[in-house]
Each structure stands twice: as structure tokens, then as C-alpha cells.
């Protein structure tokens, strides 16, 4: 597939294709076909064995590889917020309460979208997962914008985290976090945000 000219038997290009002789040449063809990426499918083979174990394929249906391997379709709640860490703030603050209650009025897609927009995937991990990335939320410093009804809250991608300003209301919190999964275009803001203090 390359254009590289390949001997299907020794000294091919000096062998006359006789028509008694058609149905080797399409076997081997075939087999020249279907060999020529081996080396590439065994380097993609030995990289999602480090992910999962392919001596369980056999066992297992389409289905539940699928949901080993990237999770279940459904993005649950209190599976969220069992992995999630809060940095200068508690979940016990009114505006972080405001953000559950946000989040657990979304459809299933705008979930989805929350996680790439915060994570760069769609779904979460299956939650026996050995190592689940912890969910985090910090307090987004607003710095010269005293309102924080006013900015969009933030995400960085590589620490699945959520840069959220203090919302007053939960249709403030709703409209700005909508706004920020549907529109963002990139998927970090990394170096550009600072973390409110304790004392903030």
C-alpha cells in the first residue's frame, strides 16, 4: 500500500503469472495484504495491554471490554462526587452546594460535555477502577473582577479540576457553566488561572 514493490514468491518479478497459477497469486496477495501492518498492530496491541489485559478478552462480551476500558455510558453523581477533592473551599459552602445542584440538573450529553470540558474525556472510569484520577474543584480567583456572577469558571484538563467562581444563583451557575462547556474551544487554561487563598 505504500507503492513498494513486494516479491510474492522468490524472484517474483521475474516469474511469468501463468492462468493455472491465479488462485496462489490472490492467496498470497492476500496474505501479503493482510501482513503488510503487522509490525504497526503489534505496537497498538502491546500499547492497550498496559490499559487492559487482553488474555480476558475471550471471557468477556463487547460490552463489558467497552466498559472496562473507557466506562459506563451513564455519568453517575454520587460517583463524581466520591472522587472529588476541594482546595480553598469545602463542599459544605453554599456556591460548591450550588454546583451539585447544577450538575445533578443536567441531561446525561451536558455531563458528558462537563467532563471534557473539565477532563478531556466523555465519561468516567468504572468505579472498582484501580486508579481513578480524583475530580477536583478549587475557588477560581477573580482578581480584578470583584463579581464573580460576572466570569466564566475554568477547567484544567491534565488535573481534572474545575476552576469555580462563588455563583449567587443556581441559574447564574447554570448559565455560565453551560456556557463555558458548549463554547470553550480549547481544553486547558493552564497558566492563566490562580487559586484563591484560604483567607479569600
Known amino acids: 500500500s505504500n507503492g513498494e514493490e513486494f516479491d510474492l514468491v522468490p524472484d517474483g518479478k521475474n516469474v511469468t503469472l501463468k492462468y493455472k497459477d491465479i488462485d496462489e497469486f490472490i492467496k498470497l496477495t492476500l496474505e501479503a495484504r ?3 501492518g503487522e509490525k504497526q498492530m503489534q505496537a497498538i496491541r502491546k ?18 471490554v467497552e466498559y472496562r476500558i473507557i466506562g459506563p455510558t451513564e455519568i453517575d453523581v454520587d460517583q463524581l462526587k466520591n472522587i472529588t477533592t476541594y482546595y480553598s473551599c469545602s463542599e459544605t459552602d453554599e456556591f460548591v452546594q450550588r454546583f ?13 460535555m462537563y467532563l471534557k470540558f473539565v477532563w478531556g474525556r466523555s465519561r468516567l472510569p468504572p468505579p472498582d477502577s484501580a486508579s481513578i484520577q480524583r475530580h477536583c474543584i478549587y475557588v477560581l480567583y477573580a482578581g480584578r473582577y470583584p463579581d464573580h456572577n460576572a466570569i466564566l469558571p475554568q477547567s484544567h484538563t491534565c488535573g481534572f479540576q474545575l476552576d469555580l467562581p462563588r455563583y449567587t444563583t443556581d441559574t447564574i451557575c447554570r448559565t455560565k457553566l453551560l456556557y463555558a462547556i458548549e463554547s470553550c474551544g480549547e481544553i486547558d ?12
Open 47 to 64: 500499547g492497550f495491554e498496559i490499559i487492559f489485559p487482553t488474555t480476558v478478552m475471550g471471557i468477556l462480551t463487547w460490552r463489558e
Open 189 to 200: 487554561t493552564d497558566g492563566y488561572g490562580r487559586y484563591a487563598d484560604e483567607d479569600e
Open 100 to 112: 451539585w445542584r447544577v450538575f445533578e440538573g443536567f441531561t446525561q450529553e451536558e455531563r458528558s
Open 34 to 36: 493482510f501482513k503488510e
